[in-house]
């Protein structure tokens, strides 16, 4: 079964973007989205979720050196919650 994967890596203005075809395992760059807000965010991330039939979804979550979290990985699970995502989709 071929599940389709999209990985995020959330900034402040810019999340960078990575597709996987679990048919080859290889995760292919997608061009960076640039936002200032979580819905210009949204207006991106939303439409490939779909074009693509995403299934799984992998943020990146940035922690501290020391292991623990911090202000920006409390940013990310922030802007996760308020992205607004199908159900359908399995978030990791």
């Known amino acids: ?16 973007v990575a597709y996987v075809d679990t048919r080859t395992g290889v995760p292919v760059p ?3 989205v640039h936002h200032r807000t979580i819905d210009e965010l949204s207006a991106h991330i ?14 990146g979550l940035p922690l ?7 202000a920006q990985a409390k940013t990310v699970r922030e802007t996760v919650r308020c992205l607004q995502l199908p159900r359908s989709i399995a978030v990791h």
């Open 30 to 32: 997608l061009a960076p």
């Open 46 to 59: 939303l439409p490939l979720l779909h074009d693509r039939a995403i299934a799984d979804l992998v943020i």
């Open 1 to 16: 079964r071929v599940r389709h994967t999209l990985a995020l890596d959330i900034g402040g203005r810019r999340t960078g």
């Open 64 to 70: 501290l050196p020391s292991g623990a979290e911090g």
